[in-house]
């Protein structure tokens, strides 16, 4: 069987390494339109900043050594344009060449990924006006780091723009959050937002919130972003709105999409087109607490979804159960950790719920009064069962977001988190854990 994968990064490569794992015989190979294969997305604001030391720590595999040692076929610089369902070819443009090619196929994976959102600003052509998705992103940005730039603009207040910020205040750049939205990490509630915007202001990033850019001034290079609200003076802007899947070149396929753009895909990771799987950033997932699929594009997903569709292919028949929304940030002192879906959310959802919000500490309150943490508890109005959870704070952060996770995955009850026999000892938690102790005042 000749498998051909669109897409050399986390849903691709993890699809390609279960087959070669778990069959015999069989042709892969991969088309990535990029140079780069395998590497850590989200460790990207970390080599800016200083933190990793250079973006080739960020790979974990060579294109050559998926070829010399797994056999599979791991092609550069090859962008797919269009595909034939009908009869079963890939077409696209070699970059080397510039010669355009085709693969036919037997069964065929689409693990494109994302792209940045770069809105039609006016002036958005000038030098210094930049998007942070891919390794050539962040060495143009180191680069430019290097030209006298001191004021730097960022475009968006979610996890990129946030990490964004720590890491050039550390680096000793000043930085202004521009959000047309009235909060910064949208995907907390208001009140812990509140803690965001309170550790971004201590550090001295500027904030201007509920702007809408309008454009960008300046003759060759930015200098300035023009709002709704007023001119920003900007030596160097970084654009962080959102991604889009990648899936304009599915155009003509009739493969089924959903709302954003994001492909359709069953449990199985199977389009609405025989023989064509869909994973990663360009897929949707379903998500266990919406009970809906939904578009939450996270490299933790990607993988899962990778390895799920590699087996499927290879018809050892595995399925992919869903996502409950858990992610993490870390934001100067703080961590920011969420699971589930927040209050706006169930809202939108059309779900009763009630919320339990305490303060507590991560550890044995006269053990440590240093590591507090704010913790919000949302669960259903009517049979208790809970909903999400977010968490803000210094230290512990991690550990209870992941137990909230697999709560949720479980479809527990804030009742039965009450129940759960969790590590205690004074210098990481209190008699009863934090989660506990919100769960015990749920009403």
């Known amino acids: 069987m000749k498998v051909v994968i669109i897409g050399g990064d986390a849903a691709g490569m993890s699809a390609a390494m279960q087959m070669i794992r778990n069959s015999e015989g069989n042709k892969v190979i991969t088309l990535e339109r990029g140079e780069i294969y395998s590497y850590g997305q989200c460790g990207l604001p970390y080599v800016i900043g200083g933190e990793v030391d250079s973006t080739d720590d960020l790979i974990a595999r060579t294109p050559e050594t998926f070829r010399e040692k797994y056999g599979i076929d791991a092609r550069v610089l090859h962008e797919v344009t269009r595909v034939d369902c009908d009869h079963k070819i890939v077409h696209g443009v070699d970059h080397s060449s510039g010669e355009e090619f085709e693969e036919r196929y037997d069964r065929l994976l689409v693990a494109t990924g994302a792209d940045p959102i770069m809105p039609p600003w006016e002036g958005k052509h000038l030098d210094g006006i930049f998007p942070l998705k891919t390794i050539p992103d962040a060495e143009v940005i180191i680069e430019d780091l290097n030209k006298d730039v001191q004021d730097v603009v960022i475009i968006g207040g979610g996890y990129i723009g946030l990490e964004m910020a720590e890491n050039l205040i550390s680096i000793g750049k000043k930085v202004r959050i521009i959000d047309r939205g009235a909060q910064l990490a949208k995907i907390f509630d208001e009140e812990m937002g509140e803690l965001v915007h309170e550790e971004a202001k201590r550090n001295g990033i500027e904030l201007s919130l509920g702007d809408s850019v309008e454009g960008f001034e300046g003759k060759d290079r930015v200098e300035c972003v023009v709002t709704d609200k007023g001119r920003y003076p900007a030596d160097q802007v970084l654009v962080a709105v959102g991604v889009t899947p990648n899936t304009s070149f599915l155009e003509d396929t009739g493969i089924y999409k959903s709302y954003n753009d994001a492909i359709q895909v069953n449990g199985f990771m199977e389009t609405s087109i025989m023989d064509i799987y869909a994973a990663g950033d360009c897929a949707t997932q379903y998500h266990r607490i919406k009970e809906r699929h939904d578009y939450i594009p996270l490299g933790t997903h990607a993988n899962k979804q990778g390895q799920i569709a590699g087996l499927n292919i290879v018809n050892e028949h595995k399925s992919f159960h869903g996502i409950v929304g858990t ?117």
């Open 327 to 443: 992610s993490i940030l870390k934001f100067f002192i703080l961590t920011l950790g969420r699971t589930g879906i927040s209050s706006r959310e169930a809202e939108q959802e059309g779900i009763p719920y009630k919320t339990v919000t305490i303060k507590s500490t991560h550890a044995a309150g006269y053990y440590s009064k240093e590591g507090t943490m704010d913790v919000k508890l949302i669960y259903h109005e009517k049979n208790r069962k809970l909903l999400g959870g977010q968490i803000i704070g210094k230290e512990g952060v991690d550990k209870r977001i992941d137990v909230l996770a697999t709560a949720l995955y479980h479809h527990m009850s804030v009742d039965q988190l009450i129940e759960l026999d969790l590590a205690y000892a004074p210098p990481y938690n209190s008699v009863w854990d934090p989660v506990q102790q919100a769960a015990r005042k749920a009403k």
